[in-house]
């Protein structure tokens, strides 16, 4: 087990790389103007749900394997990369009246199946999101084993810990993200004009991550 110095202090830099621009806060962010801030607290669980698959393969080994793995790399990468793109194609697409209004595509206590459909559908999108970015897998393998000390027991032990403190970080970080942009994102869509810039907005974001997504490197 790390010690609570160490945990303090991993949790400090945890949080400061989730306040750092990157696809996943932005995605947060655009999940949450478009459908509510409900929408995007699922779409942040989804993608903490997402860092624990990560970390569970660091702690494995599996993660060592698949970064010596360049096919392994470029396949997940691609399909990532596709999952954004057809993201992108939806948003481009939709009608001003698409959008989403705040309280749609996540429930709320009491709603009906299509609301706990829409919630488990936005929670999907998050890991998918997380789980189809290698660079994710790449960085947790070379970040998370610099905190933990072999003198303090079992390796695997040590990176599931600093995993999960991890992911709490990115739980609050993103978990505020998916409010503001939530209670910003009803005011936008009170206009249909507005509603249809957002999403035109969102498309041309996730098309550019696509693109950033398929040309990584390792």
Known sequence: MPSIETLVAFFGVSALLALTPGPDN???LLQSAQRGWRAGMCVVLGLCLGLVGHTAAVALGLAAVFAASSLAFTVLKFC???YLAWLAWGALRAPAGAGDAPAQGAAAPGDGPAARGGALRMVGRGVVMNLTNPKVLVFFLAFLPQFADPARGAMARQ???????FMLAT???????????????????RSARARLLLNRVAGLVFLGLALRLATAQR
């Open 80 to 82: 990532g990369a596709a």
């Open 26 to 28: 932005i995605f947060v």
């Open 159 to 165: 990176v599931m810990v600093l995993g999960l403190v």
């Open 171 to 189: 739980l609050l970080v993103f978990g505020a993200v998916a409010c503001f942009s939530g209670a910003f994102g009803a005011l936008l869509l």
